[in-house]
């Protein structure tokens, strides 16, 4: 079946411009997690979502940043005001469910670029 | 913040031979996993470890859990060029959902 995938590939914006960025999980997949990956470095957490809600955003580096998920399937990650610094690859991934026994499978990401 | 050092940074091999990576941590984790990152891709899974001491294979991959909890190593043996990729260990407690990853290893294979 399909896999978790990111639209768009890739995003070039201005300083101080809104982004948004979108992520389709795999069908049936109730827990879903955005992260960060700068260059060198590994993914850092950002949010993740149990079905609707945000279970936990404490991997949000300020309030510029904000993520939906209003019917439990597609997420939106939001960047209002973009700084040079959130140039990065954004990646999703989605789970079965919630949990350290459950594998979470990424899509390809993001790249945002911001000028 | 819980930090994960990845070690080595990078690597330059030959094809045919085997290779050690290795994470540790200041903090303990209850699950360690090992994912490999190809260029424009996200990682994907290679290894989970969810026991302290545990030794599991996955073809020419072996990983182990750490008996402190506090550190893992991945193995690859008879390496081969699509070995190449950026390999990241990740650690996960009971009590959080994310994943806390290391900075990971560059892996070169030559021919």
């Known amino acids: 079946g399909a896999g978790v995938s990111q639209t768009p590939s890739n995003k070039v914006t201005e300083k101080g411009k809104y982004v948004e960025l979108r992520c389709d999980p795999i069908s049936g997949h109730t827990a879903l997690y955005w992260y960060r990956q700068s260059l060198g470095q590994g993914p850092e957490f950002l949010i993740y979502?149990?079905?609707?809600?945000?279970?936990?955003d404490s991997g949000l580096p300020n309030d510029r940043f904000f993520a939906v998920r209003p019917e439990g399937s597609v997420s939106t990650l939001k960047i209002q005001r973009t700084e040079r610094g959130d140039s990065a690859v954004y990646l999703c991934a989605s789970s079965l469910r919630a949990g350290g026994l459950n594998e979470q499978f990424f899509g390809p990401g993001t790249r945002l670029t911001v000028l | 913040g819980q930090q994960l050092n990845q070690s080595p940074q990078s690597m330059f091999i030959q094809e045919g031979e085997d290779v050690s990576m290795n994470c540790t941590s200041s903090s303990i984790f209850n699950t360690w996993l090992w994912y490999k990152q190809d260029p424009g891709e996200g990682p994907v899974l290679l290894i989970a470890?969810?026991?302290?001491?545990e030794l599991t294979s996955n073809g020419r991959l072996t990983a182990q859990f750490g008996i402190t909890r506090k550190d893992s190593f991945l193995n690859i043996s008879a390496s081969i060029p699509s070995d190449v990729g950026i390999y990241f260990c990740?650690?996960?407690?009971?009590?959080?959902?994310?994943?806390?990853f290391g900075a990971g290893t560059r892996l070169t294979v030559k021919p």
């Open positions: 470890l969810y026991k302290a001491g």
């Open positions: 979502f149990q079905g609707t809600g945000a279970a936990d």
């Open positions: 990740a650690g996960q407690t009971y009590n959080n959902n994310d994943m806390r």
